[in-house]
């Protein structure tokens, strides 16, 4: 009967929608979790077109008695987004800023507008949203509100609840009602005449009570803001902030928004224990900062061993310290701003800590700093076991007084039971996030973690503190509502519920009613959680197992940012949880634990879910926890296609390098594909190659072996040039002029031959690409043993195309573990890594000259920028006298390899490239250079905006000073 039910209520959902209904089990499964320890499976969702979707959805959801879950961006850290009912995610249409008036500071914006996107909207305005969250690039204001949250720079600005000006929210019934000031008239539509009274009423009647329980903290953020209801002139938004979704859909959003501070500069205060940390910050607020952040000893070490973080680590980490305090001032004088920085250094000074401080006065060095620090959950979360830090007491808030003594007690109880905790965050205001780390995959687990919640909550009262004090209730916390506030408090919440949603429809089982919160059939690993066998191809030791790597999704979303760095482009321009990388690991696990049925792994669903994964590998880089989704894809593309086979087009791609070579005598032929029309259409069709990109042209003239060299004692040292396929072939220009560089830097170059045969040397990039690890293997193993003698030797092994070198360093390792694989990733080098190597070793002697160009625009290749290996490329053709460089700040150019030949993936290839490096591209003249090593990125320049842009091995050769 619930089945045809929710059969009938899915049908008329798409009848009455012009937004998508959602009912299969891996959409479903992609919105089960958040990031928190729980996982539910919700009934459906529905991705809502606009206003009047909602409230269809809302209205026959209510009709059929299913719950409603308003959602955002899905981080919630307790479990708020996550319950069996019909989910409604406003972030892919609901997101934008509604009025903004800025003589009176003020904004209306719809659920699910992300934080950093208004305030990118409002800085030329020199305005902001002040309530700054570590999850700004992702958090919806929707979320927030809902949420209560609070940010780094509370201590100054407040919470949600002191920012929001009004809610305009829809109800269970269908009413649609504007929460607003009672100063002076009421907004409309006006909250109806009986819902005032019973509020008002309630207010007065609870008075004493409120006064007397909640805790006399900025950071309280549990239960309903029911304090609200007793000021002389009662906001009734307000007590809609920090309702999780319980209460009612926010349709708009009205906020108070704050003069941008002129100047910031920033101390880190380095403490030999973490106890004087905590016993100092009491002190240190008292020089009025802006923000108090703490960093512990274990986010430090995590983030040494995160690639994207250890540069920025060991520029503001000095020594081993036990914790930091991030401590920043604002305002709009920057001399005052030093002052308080040199006041600072005295204080440290005069509490024992001379020569403590760290300034970082330019904005880039700060910005640097603040990510390491917003990224904290994702740092800790990045540790490879099934121990984790967990969030349950994550926030508790208490007086600044008691912080030091509340966190020594807490790690008693830690040891007490066997473990550690994390602790990091907000020491200004005596929030810390706080996490115990437990295996949640056993029992053991949750029972530890009932016994450390009841104990921790029992010292939190004694110094009459919040339980809740920035993530909300969820599922964690609500059930301690009763011993934090008494049973007339609980009591007034569930009255407020009952106001608003009677039948108790709107995120059911949170703040009131709610769920026991160590019911591990309520969590992402439930009694029986068991990964089924996968006979993996490549090495997933380092993670201790395949299923364990996809584990490594907490959910926090960092791929959801739309801007700054390369992840995830496919996220970017379709704003779909499908092709999120989060979705991806989400569906991954699923699959691999058995939860959406037999052969999921390998079916064509899953499929749909990686097929726009474009291998970019910024994950790998930009993602905080680890989360390689292009390593993933490689692994599941093999078992695919040992289920369904290789079509002819991908084995066209995938079989590249072995023919390349056999067949330029037909390339006359072959290029005839676009000089003819009709024959793109017919290739369109007959292969699915898209008739609107022009091929590769082939050629005649491939790369040859230079027949002369340096004699040997001339020559400073010997390199090897490693020529890959596309730079043999199609584009033999790059190959010759790297050799020019080369020798005219004074190196012997060797390019070296198959010990088996004629046929060229390749990486196996392509059909690693394509999911022939069997071939790819082959092709690692002849390479290895070709370049093996010169790594013996210490020869550098120098490539030029960015995405076949580096397999070299991240795929060869992965599927061919070893000795020999280790130490040729150790050897290998992309040419202007190499030049740079010996400039900074000062062995360099390459003469350059000015160009005719006095401005070069670079585009870096996904995995040069995965690898941190762009730079070098800023740095070598900064050598040429007078020539400025510039690096364009985009993501994926939309290529990647086959991708955007693909008919069917064609309009997401340029999707991609018209996020960000096609509109950089409209203004270059005559008198610029626009320099990208990839191929695949030179192919899109050349489609997409009309100019050849060169390699860099090209630009030195043309500066060469011959």
């Known amino acids: 009967m619930i089945n045809d039910s929710l059969n009938t209520l899915q049908r008329r959902l798409r009848d009455n929608l012009r937004g998508e209904v959602l009912f299969d089990a891996f959409s479903r499964g992609r919105y089960s979790t958040d990031a928190s320890i729980y996982q539910l499976m919700p009934l459906g969702v529905v991705i809502p077109d606009g206003d009047e979707d909602v409230e269809v959805a809302v209205q026959l959801a209510s009709e059929y008695g299913v719950p409603v879950l308003p959602r955002g961006g899905g981080t919630s850290q307790n479990g708020q987004t996550v319950g069996e009912a019909l989910v409604l995610d406003a972030t892919r249409h609901l997101n934008q800023l509604l009025t903004f008036d800025q003589k009176g500071r003020t904004a209306c914006v719809q659920p699910g507008m992300v934080l950093d996107h208004l305030n990118r909207f409002l800085k030329p305005y020199g305005l902001f949203y002040p309530v700054d969250v570590s999850t700004a690039n992702r958090a ?16 100054r600005y407040g919470n949600m609840v002191h920012n929001v000006r009004s809610v305009e929210a829809l109800l269970a019934d269908g009413s649609k009602i504007h929460f607003g000031p009672s ?20 207010g007065k009647r609870e008075a004493g009570e409120i006064t007397n329980r909640f805790p006399d903290l900025l950071r309280r953020v549990g239960g309903y803001n029911l304090d609200a209801l007793i000021q002389n002139q009662p906001n009734f938004g307000h007590l809609l902030v920090g309702s999780e979704g319980t209460l009612g859909f926010f349709q708009r959003i009205h906020l108070d928004l704050q003069p941008l501070p002129s100047h910031k500069v920033l101390g880190i205060c380095h403490f030999p224990s973490f106890y004087s940390a905590m016993d100092c910050t009491q002190h240190i ?10 960093v512990d000893r274990t986010m430090i070490d995590l983030a040494r061993d995160i690639p994207l973080f250890a540069p920025t680590v060991g520029r503001f980490v000095k020594g081993e310290p036990q914790a930091l305090l991030l401590v920043e001032f604002a305002g709009a004088d920057l001399d005052e701003q030093l002052q308080s920085l040199r006041q600072l250094n005295e204080l440290m000074g005069d509490l024992g800590f001379p020569d403590a401080v760290v300034e970082a006065t330019d904005t880039e060095f700060q910005a640097a700093v603040w990510e390491v620090r917003k990224s904290g959950l994702n740092i800790m979360m990045s540790m490879k076991s099934d121990g984790k830090p967990v969030s349950f007491i994550e926030d508790c808030a208490v007086r600044l007084e008691d912080l030091a003594e509340y966190t020594r007690r807490l790690t008693e109880i830690f040891e007490k039971h066997d473990t550690s905790g994390t602790f990091y965050a907000h020491a200004s205001v005596g929030c810390l996030h706080v996490r115990p780390i437990l295996n949640m995959k056993e029992e053991a687990g949750a029972t530890k973690m009932r016994a450390i919640v009841e104990e921790t909550l029992e010292i939190v009262r004694q110094y009459k503190g919040s339980h809740s004090g920035e993530h909300g209730d969820g599922i964690s916390r609500s059930e301690f509502h009763r011993p934090m506030f008494g049973e007339q408090m609980v009591s007034n919440f569930e009255e407020i519920k009952q106001l608003f949603d009677p039948r108790g429809l709107f995120n059911p089982g949170k703040i009131v009613h709610p769920y026991r919160m160590d019911d591990r059939n309520l969590m992402r690993y439930p009694p029986g959680y068991k990964p089924i066998a996968v006979d993996t191809q490549l090495d997933w030791s380092a993670w201790h197992g395949f299923d364990r790597a996809t584990e490594m999704c907490n959910n926090n979303g960092a791929c959801r940012k739309a801007h700054d760095g390369s992840m995830c482009p496919s996220y970017r321009i379709t704003g779909e949880e499908q092709h999120l990388t989060r979705g991806r690991a989400n569906t991954l696990r699923l699959a691999l634990t058995g939860q959406l049925g037999e052969g999921a792994f390998t ?32 692994e599941f593309l093999y078992h695919y296609r040992s289920r369904h086979g290789l079509p002819l087009r991908e084995r066209l791609f995938a ?16 290029n005839l594909r676009d000089r003819i029309p ?5 290739s369109e069709k007959l292969l699915g190659l898209s008739a609107r990109r022009t091929l590769p042209t082939w050629r005649t003239d491939h790369f040859r072996r230079p027949v002369q060299h340096p004699p040997a004692a001339a020559a400073k040292n010997e390199v090897v040039l490693l020529v890959d396929t596309f730079n043999g072939c199609f584009e033999k220009e790059n190959a010759d002029a790297a050799v020019s560089v080369l020798t005219a830097a004074g190196y012997r170059v060797h390019v070296p031959e198959a010990l088996d045969g004629p046929r060229p040397l390749c990486c196996g990039r392509t059909f690693i690409s394509n999911g022939l690890l069997d071939e790819a293997k082959s092709e690692i193993r002849r390479t290895i043993a070709a370049l093996w003698p010169f790594v013996e030797r210490g020869v550098p092994v120098i490539g030029i195309e960015p995405s076949c070198l580096l ?4 795929e060869y390792q992965a599927l061919l573990p070893g000795e020999q694989s280790d130490g040729l990733a150790k050897n290998t080098w992309l040419l202007e890594e190499f030049l740079l190597s010996e400039m900074q070793a000062e062995r360099l002697d390459l003469a350059l000259r000015p160009l005719a160009q006095s401005r070069a625009l670079v585009h870096g290749h996904c995995h040069q920028k995965a690898f941190g290996a762009l730079t070098p490329v800023r740095q070598i053709l900064a050598l040429i006298p007078g020539l400025e460089v510039e690096m364009i700040d985009s993501s994926c150019c939309g290529m990647a390899g086959s991708f955007g030949f693909e008919a069917e993936h064609y309009d997401a290839s340029m999707a991609m490239a018209e996020l960000s490096l096609l509109p950089s591209l409209e203004k270059v003249d005559a008198d610029t250079l626009v320099v990208a090593d990839g191929t695949s990125c030179r192919s899109q320049i050349l489609h997409g905006a009309g100019h050849r842009a060169l390699h860099v091995a090209r630009v030195l050769q043309m500066a060469l000073d011959s």
């Open 807 to 810: 397999t070299l360093r991240d």
């Open 140 to 155: 919806t204001i929707g979320g927030m509100t809902g949420n209560n949250s609070c940010g780094a720079r509370s201590i």
């Open 678 to 682: 009709g024959l793109p259409t017919l």
């Open 603 to 634: 079916s064509e669903q899953m499929y749909d879910a990686m097929q726009l994964c474009v291998g970019c590998k910024a994950c790998k880089r930009e993602c905080p926890t680890g989360v390689d989704m292009a390593r993933m894809k490689t």
């Open 183 to 202: 100063n002076g008239r009421m907004p409309t539509p006006a909250i109806p005449d009986h819902l005032l009274k019973e509020l008002l009423d309630l």
């Open 285 to 294: 607020v008292k020089l009025n900062p802006a923000a108090v952040e703490l």
């Open 655 to 670: 079989y590249l390098p072995r023919y390349a070579h056999k067949i330029k005598f037909l390339s006359p032929l072959l």
